[in-house]
């Protein structure tokens, strides 16, 4: 792996003539039609990307989430041929733990803006000061910030390696890492990988699936079954965006970079379930996500994420890791069977909520930060 050892700051300051093209462009946005009745059954509905762009283009202020997101220190820095964009939020507090906070898609770095205030000074948001984190939260390579990557390979395997050199290189020798959606296959790979120094690692997801043991799925709880016929098999039904981005990421890349309403349209497939809980998230906040998206022209590049993975098997081989994992379960995504992942995981936290869903550092960011305290105070 080669490196560059110098870490440059980073302050998001986009083109007003970026805004201003933008702007044109969902003006002159020509729309497709759709047939009368199917609900979401054919794919995101007419009416709700029609919302969703016009937000975009009257009353969603950018400069607004740009200055949110400035509030934080940022950095970039060259791991393995590949520029890395970071925050990098450290505590007041002694003994607190570095954490590395990886996002999925179609996130980025913004998924975590609600939690870095409570993990870094729980003082000041009625926590325990003794379960204090510094974090660190990287733009994956290929994604916003980061940029494009520029030569194939780049698994969710090579993303661990780059992310256990840039914690090496801010010098923490005892870390953590928590992760969803991609960043989840990413932080599988650094159980895997287990580098010096590092802890533990929690996960919104573990994507296992049956090995076809019967006295593996006779352990099952009714939970269990029912997600099998339930989330999962519903995800498997409607994740074309998946199948596209691990087959032919450029000529996706084509549509998503020159049309915003098509960057809009896809990356809310995911993000709304499918279209069915259009409500379910704040608009402004998803359309931070998709501005970062456009802005970057990360589209192609991080649906490449997902071809390479699709070689490799990085983020789903059941190759065994060692590092102490934490699982976090929501109701509302698709559920971690422990049955099947302890497979190849070594899980010591397995904890189920009540509410929630796939983008739960989002929406529930009190839930996983207080999961974060009670799991790494074990291994502190």
Do not use: C
Not at 181 to 196: F, M, N, S
Not at 232 to 256: N, S, V
Request: proline share 6%.
């Amino acid at each position: 792996m080669t490196t560059s050892e110098q870490i440059t700051a980073f302050r998001v300051d986009i083109p007003q003539a970026d805004l201003d093209d933008l702007a044109a462009r969902l003006a002159a946005t020509r729309w497709p039609d759709e047939v009368t009745g199917t609900g979401t059954s054919y794919g995101m509905p007419l009416a709700v990307v029609k919302r969703l762009a016009e937000r975009w283009a009257g009353g969603y202020e950018w400069r607004a989430h740009e200055a949110r997101l400035n509030e934080f220190p940022q950095y970039t820095t060259v791991i393995d041929g590949q520029n890395i964009h970071f925050l990098h939020v450290r505590s007041a507090e002694p003994g607190a733990v570095p954490l590395l906070l990886l996002h999925g898609w179609p996130g980025t770095v913004a998924e975590f803006a609600r939690m870095i205030g409570p993990l870094t000074d729980p003082r000041g948001h009625g926590g325990d000061p003794f379960r204090a984190f510094h974090v660190v939260v990287p733009s994956l390579p290929g994604y916003g910030f980061s940029g494009p990557t520029t030569e194939p390979g780049w698994d969710s395997a090579r993303m661990a390696r780059a992310f256990a050199a840039l914690m090496a290189r801010l010098g923490y020798e005892r870390w953590g890492a928590a992760g969803g959606d991609a960043g989840a296959l990413v932080g599988r790979e650094l159980g895997i990988l287990a580098p010096p120094g590092l802890i533990g690692v929690h996960l919104l997801q573990i994507f296992a699936f049956p090995s076809g043991d019967p006295a593996e799925m006779a352990s099952l709880s009714d939970a269990d079954r029912a997600s099998l016929t339930g989330a999962t098999a519903q995800f498997q039904e409607k994740a074309g965006y998946q199948k596209i981005q691990q087959t032919r990421p450029q000529t996706l890349g084509y549509g998503l970079t020159d049309s915003p309403v098509g960057q809009l349209a896809w990356n809310a497939e995911l993000w709304t379930g499918w279209g069915d809980y259009a409500d379910y998230l704040d608009v402004d906040t998803y359309l931070t996500h998709v501005s970062i998206y456009w802005f970057t022209r990360t589209a192609g590049s991080s649906a490449r994420h997902y071809y390479e993975d699709a070689r490799s098997g990085a983020g789903y081989r059941e190759t065994p890791g060692k590092v102490a994992t934490a699982v976090a379960v929501f109701p509302e995504d698709f559920r971690t069977i422990r049955a099947f992942a302890q497979r190849s995981v070594n899980i010591v936290r397995y904890t189920e909520f009540d509410q929630g869903g796939h983008f739960a550092y989002t929406t529930h960011p009190d839930l996983v930060v207080g999961d974060f305290r009670e799991f790494f105070a074990t291994l502190a």
